[in-house]
């Protein structure tokens, strides 16, 4: 199994004038633009179309919705609510267990949870975090179930690269 955590677009500030929730805070236009840039990138590295579960909170939905879009997704997006700020890592560790183990799964959430849930899938302990760039990447793989401790980094992608790699052009193929 692949594990993608993709941590959620730049979105607007705190303002609880604007947003007296802060979970109804959404990508900004700059936000948008910066996270499909991210996304293409991604699916340029990815081989199969994803699973995508998201935190509900609007920035990360929106973010999801985004990768779902230009990946091709043909399931729909997933909401988990141990994604969101200060949720259960054994909850994210349980749902990713019953993914089929020759699926790609995306995980959009926020800082620093998925920097820690990086941590407990590589290390088994969320202590020694792998913290993301907002529209950056970490990809961890498994051989055999998901278990914490069990994962290998595969690649840490900042969101800089992820562009990068987005905007290239695709090379014409030789006759």
């Known amino acids: 199994m692949l594990v993608v955590l993709f941590r959620h677009g730049?979105?607007?500030?705190?303002?609880?004038?604007?947003?007296?929730?802060?979970?109804?805070?959404?990508?900004?236009a700059k936000g948008v633009e910066r996270t499909?840039?991210?996304?293409?990138?991604?699916?340029?590295?990815?081989?199969?179309t994803p699973l995508v579960i998201t935190s509900p909170l609007v920035r990360a939905y929106d973010s999801a919705a985004?990768?779902?879009?230009?990946?091709?997704?043909?399931?729909?997006?997933?909401?988990?609510?141990?994604?969101?700020p200060g949720g259960s890592l054994r909850a994210v560790v349980k749902r990713l267990e019953t993914a089929g183990t020759g699926d790609i799964v995306i995980l959009v959430g926020h800082e620093p949870?998925?920097?820690?849930?990086?941590?407990?899938?590589?290390?088994?302990?969320?202590a020694t975090g792998l913290p993301l760039s907002k529209s950056g990447a970490c990809v961890v793989t498994f051989v055999g179930p998901v278990r914490p401790g069990e994962g290998r980094l595969h690649a840490f992608l900042p969101p800089s690269l992820l562009r990068r790699v987005g905007k290239r052009k695709k090379k014409a193929s030789a006759a």
């Open 10 to 28: 730049p979105a607007g500030r705190r303002d609880a004038s604007r947003w007296s929730d802060d979970g109804q805070r959404p990508l900004t």
């Open 36 to 48: 499909r840039d991210a996304a293409r990138g991604l699916g340029r590295l990815l081989k199969k």
């Open 66 to 84: 985004i990768l779902h879009k230009v990946l091709d997704g043909k399931k729909s997006v997933e909401t988990l609510d141990a994604l969101r």
């Open 113 to 126: 949870d998925l920097g820690k849930l990086a941590g407990t899938l590589v290390f088994g302990a969320p």
